[in-house]
C-alpha cells in the first residue's frame, strides 16, 4: 500500500482527492490538511510516501515544499495553473495535475508511483487486472470495485494507453489494462484481436466491408498485422 498525505489550502479539493485515494485499491490515507507546516512534519517523521500537494498555499508554496523535502517521499503537483509544470519536474515531482482533477488522470498518476515503486524495490501488487474463471465470465477491476462481466455480452474491446473499455450491448466499462493480457484472457474461439486498439467478438459480428467491420452502431478498422489471421478464421466459418 502507498500511503497518502494530501496538502491543499481549499477543503473541497481535499474532499475530492480523499474520495480519489479511497477508490484506489493500493493507496491508502493518512491524512488531509490545508496546512504546508503540518504537511511538511508528517514527511519529515516518514510517515508518508506519496503527497498530493497544491502549489499556492499561504505558508509555503508546493515549490517550497518540494525543496525543503529534498525527495523524502513522491510527490505529485495539484494545481490550476499550468505555468508552475516546469518548475515541478525540475524538481523531480512524478506528474502535474490540472485541476479540476478528473479521476482517470488520478488514476493514471497513481499508478506512475505504483510502477516507479515496483522498478526500484521489491514487486509490488499488480494493477487492476482481468482474472477468467471460467469459460462464461471474467471479473475486471474498474475505479471503485470489482465487475462480473459474462463473455456473451461482450460486442468489442477498445484500447486507450494505459486502459481498456469493454464495451457490452448496455454500458462501457474502462478498467486500468493492457491489450495483450485482454486478449490472454479471452477464449480464442470467441475473440480475436483485429486491431491494436480493438479485440472483438466473433459472434456479434454483423458485416465485414474490405477493412471494416461493422458491431452494432460502431465500425472498427482491420489492421494490416492482423488481416491474414481475422480473414482466415472469418474462411474457416464461411459456408458459400
Do not use: W
Request: charged share 25%.
Amino acid at each position: 500500500m502507498i500511503r497518502c498525505l494530501v496538502v491543499d489550502d481549499e477543503p473541497l479539493a481535499l474532499d475530492i482527492l480523499e474520495d480519489y485515494i479511497k477508490k484506489v485499491p493500493f493507496l491508502t490515507l493518512v491524512k488531509t490538511t490545508t496546512s504546508a507546516i503540518e504537511g511538511l512534519s508528517l514527511v519529515q517523521s516518514g510517515a508518508v510516501d506519496l503527497v498530493f500537494l497544491d502549489v499556492q498555499m499561504p505558508e509555503l508554496t508546493g515549490i517550497q515544499f518540494l525543496k525543503i523535502i529534498n525527495g523524502k517521499c513522491d510527490v505529485i503537483l495539484t494545481t490550476a495553473y499550468s505555468q508552475y509544470a516546469l518548475d515541478g519536474y525540475e524538481l523531480d515531482v512524478v506528474d502535474y495535475l490540472l485541476k479540476p482533477i478528473a479521476f482517470d488522470r488520478f488514476y493514471k498518476a497513481a499508478q506512475k508511483v505504483l510502477q516507479n515503486k515496483g522498478n526500484n524495490h521489491s514487486p509490488v501488487p499488480e494493477s487492476p487486472v482481468v482474472q477468467q474463471n471460467n469459460h462464461d465470465f471474467i471479473f475486471v477491476k474498474t475505479e471503485h470495485k470489482i465487475q462480473k462481466i459474462y463473455l456473451d455480452d461482450i460486442l468489442y474491446i477498445e484500447g486507450l494507453k494505459d486502459y481498456i473499455s469493454i464495451f457490452t450491448g448496455t454500458e462501457r466499462i474502462i478498467t486500468l489494462q493492457n491489450m495483450k493480457k485482454m486478449e490472454e484472457s479471452l477464449p480464442p474461439k470467441s475473440f480475436i484481436r483485429v486491431h491494436k486498439s480493438y479485440i472483438i467478438s466473433l459472434g456479434k459480428i454483423e458485416s465485414i466491408e474490405r477493412s471494416r467491420i461493422q458491431i452494432g452502431d460502431k465500425t472498427i478498422p482491420i489492421g494490416d498485422t492482423y488481416r491474414d489471421y481475422f480473414f482466415k478464421q472469418i474462411e474457416d466459418k464461411n459456408i458459400g
